[in-house]
């Protein structure tokens, strides 16, 4: 199971840090991706990362604003998200990849995290 924290309500500039912590299960040599979804609109890609932390990728819209990481001592990632905008606003879900190398499609992930909420005011 993953369990996703760290929402919040915030302006426009602030920074927030999401946390994806696991349990039940390791998922050390995984793949994780984080993705977002606003009210009514499909659930878009953010951010993944490989399961050694050395590679990542992000989408265009976040690109140098947020930074993917992992602890897998702790089996927890994180997304640090500086400069936040309001339309960064969005249900933030943490998915994990068993199977594959990794992608921006939500639907090769295998896991997924129950959501925490992202609001930017502006």
Known sequence: QLQASGGGLVQAGDSLRLSCAASGRTFR????????QAPGKEREFVAVIN??????YYADS???????????AKNTVYLQMNSLK??????????ADILSNGSSSPTVYDYWGQG???TVSS
């Open 29 to 36: 040599r995984d793949v994780m991706g984080w993705f977002r």
């Open 86 to 95: 309001p339309e960064d606003t969005a249900v933030y879900y943490c998915a």
């Open 51 to 56: 399961w050694s932390g050395n590679s990542t």
């Open 62 to 72: 976040v690109k140098g604003r947020f930074t993917i990481s992992r602890d897998n």
């Open 116 to 118: 925490t909420q992202v």
